[in-house]
């Protein structure tokens, strides 16, 4: 079962992380940082990205469960 994943405040900055668990796939200073790694990761892996602001709300999110990222080939 493929798992959705988060962009979310971190201690750190902000980080990615695997929906449904503690896991923290990546750190980054900046939000921006982290969103675009989400994003790149959320293509490869067709799952859904959510971006949280601060304060834990949902900013905005963005379904690429119908983008296969077929690495190019």
């Not at 490869?44 to 990222?69: C, E, K, N, Q, W």
Request: aromatic share 8%; hydrophobic share 40%.
């Amino acid at each position: 079962m493929k798992r959705n994943l988060h962009v979310i405040a971190h201690n750190h900055g902000w980080a990615v992380r695997v929906a449904g668990g503690r896991r923290v796939l990546s750190v980054h200073v900046t939000q921006r940082e982290a969103i675009f790694h989400g994003q790149s990761v959320s293509r490869h892996r067709g799952v859904v990205l959510y971006v949280h602001a601060r304060d834990g709300s949902v900013r905005f999110m963005r379904d690429y469960s119908t983008f296969l990222d077929d690495g190019g080939a």
